[in-house]
T-cell receptor, first 115, second 111 residues
């Protein structure tokens, strides 16, 4: 079984709809992240959470919100989807080790299309 | 601010060496990373280098770090078709903190 899972894997929706993307992990990691990937722009951080009670904005949080329901679950919501939110979305996890290394483990991605 | 830059495409022939380059702006980076994204999949950590090192070798992979020029490179020796993927350079500014990714370099290996 995959350690980091994302649902759905593909979603097509219409402008103005509310969408939730879900991420679950069985790695026991405390840190979770949401990124979006656009061609030529790489990965950009949307939100991140270092533990259940900690939520932080990334570089492109406008139009998105998140919920950390449990250590293993981190959901990303688009309150009112717009076409420029069409992208590939990745969830990632890492564990705080007390060192400087931050190895992140990625889910398989959710391809979202907003018409 | 923090910025990581990579060229978008690289094409090589099978058996040749590939060199993927990356520049970064923040000299306080602690670790620098190379992630690999195979088609239709998420990213996987390929290798990393601590900022006080100049070079790291791991089988066919060689990472070179030039701190003065803020330049990082990944060399893949004897490139195979299975190496075709997008390679992302990333840095962490604060120890154990969030990562800043480059745009990704798409490596195409031709037989």
């Amino acid at each position: 079984d995959a350690d980091v899972t994302q649902t759905p894997r593909n979603r097509i929706t219409k402008t103005g709809k509310r969408i939730m993307l879900e991420c679950s992990q069985t790695k026991g990691h405390d840190r979770m992240y949401w990124y979006r990937q656009d061609p030529g722009l790489g990965l950009r951080l949307i939100y991140y959470s270092f533990d259940v009670k900690d939520i932080n904005k990334g570089e492109i949080s406008d139009g998105y919100s998140v919920s950390r329901q449990a250590q293993a679950k981190f959901s990303l919501s688009l309150e009112s989807a717009i076409p420029n939110q069409t992208a590939l979305y990745f969830c990632a996890t890492s564990v705080s080790t007390g060192t400087s290394l931050n190895e992140q483990f990625f889910g398989p991605g959710t391809r979202l299309t907003v018409l | 601010g923090e910025d990581v830059e990579q060229s978008l495409f690289l094409s090589v022939r099978e058996g040749d060496s590939s060199v993927i380059n990356c520049t970064y702006t923040d000299s306080s980076s602690t670790y620098l990373y190379w992630y690999k994204q195979e088609p239709g999949a998420g990213l996987q950590l390929l290798t990393y280098i601590f900022s006080n090192m100049d070079m790291k070798q791991d089988q066919r992979l060689t990472v070179l770090l030039n701190k003065k020029d803020k330049h990082l490179s990944l060399r893949i020796a004897d490139t195979q078709t299975g190496d075709s993927a997008i390679y992302f350079c990333a840095e962490s500014i604060t120890p154990g903190g969030k990562l800043i990714f480059g745009q990704g370099t798409e490596l195409s290996v031709k037989p």
